[in-house]
């Protein structure tokens, strides 16, 4: 079965880290652009990085520029996300997703930045 | 950036009517352009890629037409599972961007 399974959500301290996890298994990981979207609490979608294939190639929506990180390790076909310097506006549901059109997600994890 | 704009913010119709979602871009983004479904509680899922290729598992009363700027979703006969929130995406320019969702509720 082909599944993304994230972790490593829970509640932060405003400038506080988290390092989200996303599991994969049931297809080539090495093979696609990876994902992360987030959804705060009510409201849309919002695409946050991507990564290529072989890690060559990471790109960022502005607001966390500078403050997350994107990574990958394809031998554990997993993908990362580092967030450091984590705000009020950054809580949401963390999806890691599959593609450049979003085949598969994962079932989320949520983050909570509040004092 | 491209903005997308999905109208109606919410639709009501009676189960079994067609429902017709808009999706716009703010420039063209070609044919790549996705829908999403999403159920409460649940990750979205995939329903239309490159404006009108339906994804896997998705029965045909789905269909995704337009290109360019002008998007459309159409429900061709509403069953219950369907009364949920739908996004569009565009992922031809970065940063790939969402649609603020369209609810389709019952009438």
């Known amino acids: 079965e082909v599944q993304l399974v994230e972790s490593g959500g829970g509640l932060v301290q405003p400038g506080g880290s988290l390092r989200l996890s996303c599991a994969a298994s049931?297809?080539?990981?090495?093979?696609?652009?990876m994902s992360w979207v987030r959804q705060a609490p009510g409201k849309g979608l919002e695409w946050v990085a991507n990564?290529?294939?072989?890690?060559?190639?990471?790109y960022y929506v502005d607001s966390v520029k500078g403050r997350f990180t994107i990574s990958r390790d394809n031998a554990k076909n997993s993908l990362y996300l580092q967030m450091n310097s984590l705000r009020a506006e950054d809580t949401a549901v963390y999806y890691c997703?599959?593609?450049?059109?979003?085949?598969?997600w994962g079932q989320g994890t949520m983050v909570t930045v509040s004092s | 950036e491209i903005v997308m704009t999905q109208s109606p913010a919410t639709l009501s119709v009676s189960p079994g009517e067609r429902a017709t979602l808009s999706c716009r871009a703010s420039?063209?983004?070609?044919?790549?352009l996705a829908w999403y479904r999403q159920k409460p509680g649940q990750a979205p899922r995939l329903l239309i890629y490159?404006?009108?290729t339906r994804a896997t598992g998705f029965p045909a009363r789905f269909s995704g037409s337009g290109s360019g700027t002008e998007f459309t979703l159409t429900i061709s006969s509403l069953q219950s599972e369907d009364f949920v929130v739908y996004y569009c995406?565009?992922?031809?320019?970065?940063?790939?961007?969402f649609g603020q969702g369209t609810k389709v509720e019952i009438k």
């Open positions: 997703a599959r593609g450049g059109e979003f085949d598969i």
């Open positions: 049931g297809f080539t990981f090495s093979s696609y652009w």
């Open positions: 990564i290529k294939q072989d890690g060559s190639e990471k």
């Open positions: 420039q063209s983004v070609g044919n790549n």
């Open positions: 490159d404006a009108s």
């Open positions: 995406q565009q992922y031809n320019n970065w940063p790939q961007t």
